[in-house]
């Protein structure tokens, strides 16, 4: 599965299986002539379903032990070391990225398959732009972008959505080089992958790189824009892309700090500490972004004083994951009770559906989608289904329809 309008229905789906998908793992791994099965399941999942919640060291420890009882020379496996080498750098731990990588190159090459050594270059260059060393990430992804561009279609993986990828890191790479223009023309190239897919979990990793160009080239205005429209998609797609958000709250800091707002910054850097714990990662660990979090931090310590940065810094630790996004956004909190269950305006058949979709975390577009129907007509529906039920926001809507599923 590749990133689509969908994606994130799919990765919160995907949450609430995990128990299931473990059980499944852990039989194939301990059953006789499963282990492929296994493989097969590890590398057949989004990538973003280990990064989304942090899941690094869970897919790691599968595709270890997987990989470990299959030791033929196939593509599948060819295909495993290259998932695992990209958890490995996005936990931060580069040694073992490379390791991975150089055995996935050595099998590629055995093999002649082409499409794996382009994806194994993007990751030669995500590793370089985790190192800091921009020049070679941007030679580096450049080459896999002008391999790709020879590959049709139909011989790309969906799941890998390699050219996205390719652009993703080569617009972050730029943008830090200073090279804007090129960043930008990445920007609008992903925009126009992502435009037929709708506004989903794919545009907010766009609107990203957006929001760090118009940072870098200190437009403050558009920055805070594109970055909170990033964080608006995560929150309504219901992906829980906790990784995502924490590099949104990061960037929102650094533009926050530009604008003198010296405590709010604070605050929003213990939250992005706090969602980096949550995924097993350390801002530490990425070279291109350490510096200007460093930077940031220095700033408002000594605006602050030691004491009132460390009281706000802790205040944003412990902020939950909805309060943290309501920070960010500068949105009200709701307080609004919910009604009882027995409310006297009942909804339709058609309203429960809608509801049912919007706990699933679909977007009105994406409810439109499955139901077949006008997207103008899902948000009437929404509209009645929160006046019915005396609600002001889908997050309510989402926690009744929790409740009554509890009741059973």
Request: negative net charge; glycine residues 8%; charged residues 25%.
């Amino acid at each position: 599965m590749g990133i689509s309008d969908q994606h994130g229905y799919w990765l919160a789906r995907l949450g609430r299986e995990q128990p299931n998908l473990r059980a499944a793992m852990e039989f194939c791994l301990t059953e006789p002539g499963e282990a492929e099965t296994a493989l097969r399941l590890a590398v057949t999942l989004p990538r973003l379903s280990w990064r989304a919640r942090g899941l690094f060291s869970e897919g790691r420890r599968w595709l270890d032990r997987a990989l470990a009882q299959t030791t033929a020379p196939t593509a599948l496996r060819a295909r495993a070391l290259m998932v695992n080498s990209q958890l490995a750098f996005w936990q931060g731990d580069t040694a073992a990225g490379m390791r991975l990588l150089d055995q996935t190159e050595e099998l590629a090459r055995h093999l002649d398959a082409s499409v794996v050594l382009a994806y194994a270059a993007f990751l030669r260059g995500l590793a370089a732009l985790h190192a800091d060393d921009l020049a070679v990430a941007i030679e580096t992804l450049s080459r896999a972008w002008t391999t790709l561009s020879g590959v049709p279609d139909r011989d790309l993986d969906p799941g890998l959505d390699l050219r996205f990828n390719v652009l993703l890191t080569l617009g972050s790479a730029a943008a830090l080089a200073g090279d804007y223009e090129r960043a930008s023309a990445c920007v609008q190239e992903m925009l126009a992958i992502v435009e037929p897919r709708g506004e989903g979990l794919d545009r907010s990793f766009a609107l990203r790189v957006g929001a760090l160009i118009a940072w870098l080239r200190g437009d403050l205005r558009q920055a805070t824009e594109q970055n909170l429209e990033c964080l608006r998609l995560k929150q309504t797609c219901g992906s829980d892309d906790r990784y995502g958000m924490a590099l949104c709250l990061e960037l929102l800091a650094w533009i926050t700090a530009d604008q003198q707002r010296h405590q709010r910054v604070a605050i929003l850097l213990g939250a992005a500490n706090a969602l980096w714990s949550d995924v097993g990662a350390s801002i530490a660990s990425y070279r291109h972004l350490v510096g200007h979090h460093d930077a940031c931090e220095r700033q408002i310590r000594d605006a602050l004083g030691d004491a009132a940065f460390a009281d706000a810094f802790g205040n944003g630790q412990s902020l939950a994951l909805d309060d943290m996004l309501t920070y960010a956004l500068e949105e009200r909190r709701d307080t609004t009770p919910p009604p009882r269950e027995d409310a006297s305006a009942p909804l339709t058949r058609r309203e429960q559906q809608v509801a049912e979709l919007i706990a699933d975390g679909l977007s009105n577009k994406e409810i439109a989608a499955r139901l077949v129907i006008a997207r103008r007509t899902a948000e009437g529906h929404v509209e009645r289904i929160l006046q019915k039920l005396g609600f002001t926001s889908r997050a309510q809507i989402a926690a009744w329809v929790t409740v009554r599923r509890n009741r059973g």
